[in-house]
C-alpha cells in the first residue's frame, strides 16, 4: 500500500506547474510499483518458463 509521505513527496518532485492527470498518472504509477513489491515479497511472481509459455500461446 501506498503511503501518503509517498504521495507527499511525488507531488514536491512535480514540475512547479502540473496537471491534474500527470499527478493522476504519477499516483497510480507509484500504486502499481508498490503492488508489484508487494507481490514479489508475497512470491506471486512468473518464472522465466513460465512467461515464456504465456507468450507464446498469446502471440500465436
Not at 9 to 33: C, G, R, T, W, Y
Amino acid at each position: 500500500m501506498i503511503t501518503k509521505e509517498k504521495l507527499i513527496q511525488a507531488i514536491k518532485d512535480m514540475p512547479e506547474n502540473f496537471s491534474i492527470e500527470d499527478i493522476i498518472e504519477e499516483f497510480v504509477l507509484l500504486s502499481k510499483i508498490e503492488e508489484g513489491i508487494a507481490d514479489v515479497e508475497s512470491g506471486r511472481v512468473f518464472s522465466e518458463k513460465q512467461v515464456a509459455e504465456k507468450m507464446e500461446k498469446w502471440l500465436k
